[in-house]
Structures are given as C-alpha cells and as structure tokens.
C-alpha cells in the first residue's frame, strides 16, 4: 500500500484522506497539524498558510493524545509532497 503523506506536516497515513481517486476529500482533520482535508491543504497556497501558522504556534498536535513518544519535527516535514513546499 502507498503511504499518503500530509500536504501541510508531512505526517504519514495508510489511508489517504483524499479518497482513492485523489479528489474526494472526506473534510477530517490532520491529528498532527489540524489541517482540514479538502479546505486547509486544497492547493499549495492554502497548504503554505496553514503550515506557516501552525510552526509559528510551535507545531501543536492537533489530537495531542496521537502524538508519539519522541516524535520530531525535523524528521516529519521532508515527508511533505515536493508540490506543496
Ligand atoms: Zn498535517
């Protein structure tokens, strides 16, 4: 199976949130960044802004509960998709 990387943290998902075709978001949010599939990283500009906020919040979890015993952030954003740098 394809990993899916997030287009605004680069966290890694067995399931794309964007459906099987690529263009059917299901509207959920990142557990990492809190990014809405489908609204916050709909394009490379949108994926900018969000990512932009969220470091400059100091890159919260957004379900902090998920978040794993010694996760880095520096190892997590090169995961993001060379098209929404
Ligand atoms: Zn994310």
Redesign the pocket.
């Known amino acids: 199976m394809e990993m899916w990387y ?6 890694d998902y067995d399931v794309s949130p964007w459906g099987e075709d690529g263009h059917t978001p299901d509207y959920s949010c ?6 809405q599939f489908g609204i916050d ?1 709909y394009n490379v500009v949108t994926a900018q802004l969000f990512r932009t906020a ?1 470091l400059a919040a100091g890159a919260p979890w ?1 379900y902090a509960n998920l978040k794993p015993a010694g996760w880095k952030l520096a190892a997590q954003l090169p995961q993001i998709p060379s098209a929404y740098h």
């Open positions: 997030c287009r605004v943290c680069g966290l990142c557990a990492c960044c809190g990014a990283d969220w957004f």
